[in-house]
């Protein structure tokens, strides 16, 4: 059973950069599109990118596109979320998740199969 650990949340000042890890155990990373959501206080868990397991092609929510780039380490079975230019309202919790099929919308809205969810990393954005 594939299980994911979210790390390298935290607080940090507008303008500031994080970067998010995934790691993934249990099973190969190979074998799923990942993707990063997030879901602040009061709001809809919403998807904000994802990378296809077949040839890596990548999606950005209009919101972080220029600001996030995924990415994916099979041989370290790691997906990893790099925040620029953060700001308050990239303030959430940010999930990792793993399917066999994937697709976040440009609403916000996603579809995922037979997925796998990490627990969690906050990230607060605040001066």
């Known amino acids: 059973q594939l299980q994911l650990v979210e790390s390298g949340g935290g607080l940090v000042q507008p303008g500031g950069s994080l970067r998010l890890s995934c790691a993934a155990s249990g099973s190969s990373l190979d074998y799923y599109d990942i993707g990063w959501f997030r879901q602040a206080p009061w709001q809809e868990r919403e998807g904000v990118s994802s990378i296809s397991r077949s040839d890596g092609t990548t999606y950005y929510t209009a919101s972080v596109r220029g600001r996030f780039t995924i990415s994916r380490d099979n041989a370290k079975n790691m997906v990893y979320l790099q925040m620029n230019n953060l700001k308050p309202e990239d303030t959430a919790v940010y999930y990792c998740?793993?399917?066999?099929?994937?697709?976040?919308?440009?609403?916000?809205?996603?579809?995922?199969?037979?997925?796998?969810w990490g627990q969690g990393t906050q990230v607060t954005v605040s001066s």
């Open positions: 998740a793993a399917a066999a099929a994937l697709e976040i919308y440009n609403t916000g809205r996603f579809y995922l199969r037979d997925d796998y």
